[in-house]
């Protein structure tokens, strides 16, 4: 059994780059609604030739644009990102192979092998942010950690961050110096 954990996290600026899903029932929903939860000026596409109900409804006031039509690879263009999310293994597949040829990052829902990300438990309280993995083996257990974050973080986190910024740029000195102040400033929050 592997143990080894190779994923590096990043916080992508995906108010810009331009997205695209590939589905339109619940899994497409949830991805959609997990992504906009987190980073909710995201510029999103969704292709799908049918669009459930739930789904449209949800869209009613947000910014995505819906293409009524079956997956082309055509709808890749200007994409940076895509989400995979219909219930045709197939399609998906084929979502998954044309990212690869074009360079893209793409996450095929519930199929880890055909994943360059996964769509952690995220934890958000102002500026705070923590993003949670499991390596994809068990996203139940990242919703545990994530709700368990959201009780222990104190609501006044944003206070904190925003104070030790403003110390920050009092701070003389080069970047070395100002990164041991710091820590010695903030080396109370562990304890």
Known sequence: MNDRNNLYP????????????????FVALEKLTFLLKSSPDSEVEMVAPFFRKETLDFLKDKKVKCIDDKYHQKY???????????????VNEQVYHNCR????????????????????????????????????KSPTTAKRLRQFFEEVLPKDINRLVENL?????????????KVKVL???TESLIK
């Open 10 to 25: 990043i916080f992508l600026k995906t108010h810009q780059m331009k997205i695209l899903i590939v589905g339109g029932g």
């Open 76 to 90: 890749l263009d200007q994409k940076h990102i895509v989400i995979a999310a219909t219930d045709d293994v197939q």
């Open 101 to 136: 040829s074009k360079n893209l990052l793409v996450n095929v829902a519930d199929n880890p092998p055909f994943c360059d990300f996964y769509m952690g438990g995220i934890v958000t309280k102002g500026h705070v942010k923590i993003a949670i993995s499991t390596n994809g």
């Open 165 to 177: 910024n403003v110390f920050r740029k009092t701070i003389k000195g080069d970047f070395e110096r």
């Open 183 to 185: 820590n010695e400033v």
